[in-house]
């Protein structure tokens, strides 16, 4: 499945890839995220557990980066296990183009998933990672519009 | 499965004060969406709170122009009582076609609502007729209680005691259900009350949502040829292996003018 969407941040392009590129941001951004950590200048690895209705699944994944373009565009590669529930996997192809002070984030997200969950699932996955995408990108977009209106305040 | 508590209170306080206290823990009404998840281990709850215990939980009452119903009444129950036959036949008609019959008598009002899977039959009642969910703690308009995929007004430790509808002057709902589960590809719940018209829709979005342009069409004049196009744009809509967003944007027009026609009918 694929989806696209956008986001207005309201930071600067710089300032918005370095808060995408910052693993605290990520942390409290990405839905469910437990442990996040950066070990080389692409990889990431991470714990999340994704609660859907009934379901709670514990995945613990890698994200890689690619076609690192600084500061205008990336490709996230990103592949998860979550034991018996199954797995997960695909990629984000974010771009970011400036838009006067602020900065536009345009996504579009491939995802796949396999096992149980999509045995069992098949008919909720597409809104599950419609949702998921969603919440990152406001979540992000809210987080770093405190942060902004933080720092301007306290100028 | 994995190891877990089980608890069965016997009253309301109680079941709170179990949910409230432990963050892993899960309300069990009727199970028929927990259960499966925690046999194919895609939830492991460290603990069950059974609210099959709880008698405030129970009966059907009808009492002037409004309907209520306990949230542990089962599907089945609604199908066959008296006072909804009486007060809401279209609900009655609504819990008779839920699932299949394991369901029905294991299935509950409360848990299907706080469940709110995106396609579950009961939500398109409650939105549709503009019922009040009761809970331990308050009252939730239907137009605030559904949220998302999944996801209710409801806080933790909180749990619905009855969901009060009022009566319509007359009501009917129409699914197309996919063969296999009976779950609602596409259903839509209308009803015609005192001075307002509703539409709900289950099945086709994320989650359960009003169709306001059939609403005021309907308002205007409570005739299925009125719908023959009004469209739902597919922009947002499910899509899977069972039907496209398309496919189900096309079926909320039809199921819409079955249940205008049904409910015209009486039947």
């Known amino acids: 499945m694929e989806m696209t969407g956008e986001q207005l941040i309201p930071l600067p392009q710089e300032a918005t890839w370095r808060a995408l590129n910052d693993t605290a941001i990520l942390k409290v951004c990405i839905p469910g995220c437990e442990t996040i950590e950066q070990v080389s200048d692409t990889e990431y690895q991470l714990t999340m557990t994704a609660k859907v209705g009934p379901v709670s699944a514990k995945f613990k994944g890698k994200m890689t980066l690619s076609e690192v373009d600084v500061p205008h565009s990336y490709t996230l590669v990103f592949e998860g296990q979550g034991g018996v529930a199954g797995f997960a996997k695909g990629q984000a192809n974010v771009r970011l183009t400036p838009e006067s002070e602020a900065t536009k984030l345009g996504y579009t997200v491939k995802a796949m998933v396999g096992g149980k969950l999509a045995q069992v699932g098949s008919r909720l996955i597409d809104g599950v990672a419609r949702k998921i995408a969603e919440q990152f990108f406001s979540a992000f977009n809210k987080h770093v519009t405190g942060t902004a209106a933080g720092s301007a305040a306290g100028e | ?267």
Request: hydrophobic letters at 50%; one cysteine or more.
């Open chain 2, 1 to 267: 499965m994995r190891a877990f508590d089980y608890h069965r209170p016997a009253t309301l306080k109680e079941a709170a004060s179990l949910l409230r206290k432990n963050e892993n823990a899960r309300a069990l009404s009727g199970g028929q969406s927990l259960i499966p998840a925690l046999k194919l281990r895609l939830a492991a709850p460290a603990a069950l709170v059974d609210l099959g215990a709880i008698e405030e939980l129970r009966g059907i009452k009808l009492d002037g122009a409004v309907l209520t119903v306990g949230a542990m009444v089962r599907h089945s129950e609604v199908a066959t009582s008296r006072d909804v036959a009486i007060g809401i036949p279209a609900l009655a008609r609504l819990a008779e076609d839920i699932g299949d019959r394991q369901v029905r008598n294991m299935g509950t009002l409360g848990g299907a609502l706080a469940n709110n899977d995106p396609a579950a039959d009961y939500p398109a009642a409650v939105l549709g007729l503009g019922a009040t969910i009761h809970t331990n703690k308050r009252a939730i308009a239907a137009d605030k209680f559904f949220l998302g995929l999944y996801e209710t007004a409801l806080k933790r430790g909180e749990i619905i005691t009855s969901v009060a509808f009022p009566l319509p002057k007359r009501a009917a709902y129409a699914k197309f259900a996919n063969p296999a589960s009976r779950f609602a590809l596409v259903g839509v719940f209308v009803s015609e009350g005192a001075g307002s018209v509703r539409v709900a829709v289950t099945g086709a979005a994320p989650c359960v949502f009003r169709a306001k342009d059939m609403e005021k069409k309907l308002a205007a004049n409570f005739a299925p040829d009125v719908l023959a196009k009004v469209r739902v744009p597919p922009d947002g809509l499910n899509s899977d292996i069972h039907a496209s967003a398309e496919y189900r944007a096309h079926l909320i027009t039809v199921m819409a003018k079955r249940a205008v026609a049904a409910a015209v009918a009486g039947k």
